[in-house]
T-cell receptor, first 113, second 112 residues
Framework: DGGITQSPKYLFRKEGQNVTLSCEQN?????MYWYRQDPGQGLRLIYY???????QKGDIAEGYSVSREKKESFPLTVTSAQKNPTAFYLC????????????FGSGTRLTVV | DAKTTQPPSMDCAEGRAANLPCNHS???????VYWYRQIHSQGPQYIIH???NNETNEMASLIITEDRKSSTLILPHATLRDTAVYYC?????????????FGTGTKLQVIP
């Protein structure tokens, strides 16, 4: 079955450490997105990518980095510069140029300990 | 992209229809209305979308007003599993990146 897979589901990080969240899709979607969700809040866009080897900052990119070396993969690195990284992170993908909606992964819950 | 306004919460009795409203008064002619729902600690799930005609699928119906400034998502027979946060968003489909805002949505509580 086609879908979008995020791993791990839960992640614990010590302060000052970088950590990378994985996002893989086999839907052949061109665009991929990373969102952050805090308790009781909506989704805020961190980064997005419309094609391989290209990505753009979203609304809250500071302290995060991404890469898009393959169409299927869009990993997110939470760096030590992110002052409040504890949150629920969601990856999504979408086929360009159609009226299809977003397909979301099941999320990664990151906790700084 | 147009912004949307939704009530923060709603209750619905199990087995009854749940009608979730959304205002999108600044929607432009080429923007679609999409609905998603998010069950606690999961990723949002696509429900339905439409441009100007009413739409129905196995999950829900979408009613869009003639002026397209508002819409209503209808879950015809709500079950306890429909308890979730429901997001209404609008976006165009002309290609390229278009910023989409997922607000705080409507928290629907289905009551036994």
């Amino acid at each position: 079955d086609g879908g979008i897979t995020q791993s791990p589901k839960y992640l614990f990080r010590k302060e000052g450490q970088n950590v990378t969240l994985s996002c893989e899709q086999n839907l052949n979607h061109d665009a991929m997105y990373w969102y952050r969700q805090d308790p009781g809040q909506g989704l805020r866009l961190i980064y997005y990518s419309q094609i391989v080897n290209d990505f753009q900052k979203g609304d809250i990119a500071e302290g995060y980095s991404v890469s898009r070396e393959k169409k299927e993969s869009f990993p997110l690195t939470v760096t030590s510069a992110q002052k409040n990284p504890t949150a629920f992170y969601l990856c999504a993908s979408r086929r360009q140029g159609t009226d299809y909606g977003y397909t979301f992964g099941s999320g990664t819950r990151l906790t700084v300990v | 992209d147009a912004k949307t306004t939704q009530p923060p919460s709603m209750d619905c009795a199990e087995g009854r229809a749940a009608n979730l409203p959304c205002n999108h008064s600044t929607i432009s002619g080429n923007e679609y209305v999409y609905w998603y729902r998010q069950i606690h600690s999961q990723g949002p799930q696509y429900i339905i979308h439409g441009l100007k005609n009413n739409e129905t699928n196995e999950m829900a119906s979408l009613i869009i007003t003639e002026d397209r400034k508002s819409s209503t998502l209808i879950l015809p027979h709500a079950t306890l599993r429909d308890t979730a946060v429901y997001y209404c968003i609008v976006r165009g489909n002309s290609g390229g990146y278009q910023k989409v805002t997922f607000g705080t949505g409507t928290k629907l509580q289905v009551i036994p």
